[in-house]
């Protein structure tokens, strides 16, 4: 399973996924939430499904036209057995469809089969525009599509995902994103510790790129001179830890609530994830380290915010009663015992 693209529109090689996986008889599954307008434009990477993924799972409010909480499985080719994919379903599915949700998803696919090409054609239009805007003040800088490509594993890169990079400024993302919000009425898509994300869609016209284009230029004048105060985070690679439990296990174990300074070495009970970008950091079973704790205090010290644990302000962490049995190996070396809970092939 791959979650790709992410919430930033960087997409990985799903075409050479697919194949090692088929190799192997394998069904590759893609968190496809934010690709579901791959299928309907030329100027966007290819859908998942284009890729050979088997199975995807996409959310038709995201970057199409349906209501909130409008999602879709897509399934093609012979890996995944559809009669199992529709029991799971059913063990899920309430007894009581909305009618409006589902219309929602069939209206949004009769929009975009029918005028896709030419809604997002426009779409790609606004973002040209508004990186040509962006590129033009001084202390914002905008990350050309092409620059997040060969980064990692990253092949496609979505251009109606307009990512500005407030280094420059010396303000925060989160900070930026409040300020948008309560001086302009303007919501972007995304904010990190140190980037803002338009996500620029059909629906956006030329006045709303310049609006949103003047209300940066504001905030750069405001903070013109300010440069290099911007936080930095840690590094992924210092986040690595040792999965003492399976995260099952771990989520459902008496649990207790320790202060932060209380919590290295314990085994996390909670999903923890800063949000946006909706990266998991701590999943159940993971033993808390230095570095971890370090981190997620940052995010929050910069007005992030963290979902998934039971005290989202960070004073206490939930771990569980039992304490893992091997030392904490340093940030960055291998785990001391093999990882636990690797999925089941069962095609
Ligand atoms: C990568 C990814 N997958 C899944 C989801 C959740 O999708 P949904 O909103 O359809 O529940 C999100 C939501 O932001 C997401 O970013």
Redesign the pocket.
């Known amino acids: 399973m791959v979650?790709t693209?992410?919430?930033y529109g960087v997409s990985c090689d799903v075409a050479a996924l697919a194949e090692l996986c088929h190799e192997r008889g394998i069904p590759l599954v893609t968190?496809d939430?934010?690709g579901l307008d791959h299928s309907f434009s030329g100027q966007l990477p290819p859908s998942a499904l284009r890729c050979g993924a088997d199975l995807a799972?996409?959310?038709?409010?995201?970057s199409l036209t349906g209501l909130?909480?409008?999602?879709v499985l897509s399934v093609q080719g012979e890996l995944v057995d559809r009669h199992r994919l529709q029991r799971c379903f059913e063990l899920e599915e309430s007894t009581s469809a909305s009618t409006l949700l589902i219309s929602s998803i069939d209206g949004a696919r009769r929009q975009f089969v029918r005028d896709g090409e030419e809604l997002l054609g426009h779409a790609v239009r606004m973002a040209e525009r508004l990186r040509r805007r962006l590129d033009a003040i001084d202390g914002l800088r905008v990350v050309p599509p092409a620059r997040l490509l060969g980064e990692a594993a990253a092949v496609h890169a979505d251009p109606t995902h307009v990512i500005i990079e407030l280094g420059g400024l010396g303000i925060g993302g989160y900070a930026a994103d409040d300020r948008l919000r309560d001086e302009h009425g303007i919501d972007v898509e995304l904010a990190d510790h140190r980037r803002l994300m338009a996500l620029v869609t059909f629906a956006h016209d030329e006045a709303d790129i310049d609006r949103l284009a003047a209300a940066l230029e504001q905030l750069a004048a405001e903070h013109a001179g300010a440069a290099g105060q911007t936080e930095r985070i840690a590094s992924p690679d210092t986040l690595l830890t040792e999965h003492a439990m399976l995260p099952r296990e771990a989520f459902f174990a008496p649990s207790e609530m320790v202060r932060p300074e209380d919590a290295a070495g314990r085994i996390n009970a909670d999903i923890v994830t800063p949000?946006?970008?909706?990266i998991t950091v701590l999943a159940p079973g993971e033993v808390i380290t230095e570095p971890i704790l370090e981190h997620l205090e940052s995010v929050v010290a910069l007005g992030g915010f963290v979902e998934g644990a039971t005290d989202q302000a960070l004073d206490r962490f939930r771990v569980t009663a039992q304490r893992p049995l091997s030392p904490v190996p340093p940030a960055g070396s291998e785990p001391a015992t093999p990882p636990l809970g690797r999925p089941r092939v069962d095609p």
Do not use: L, M, R
């Open positions: 979650f693209p992410t919430c968190d939430a934010w799972i996409g959310s038709v409010h995201k909130s909480q409008t999602s949000y946006p970008p909706g």
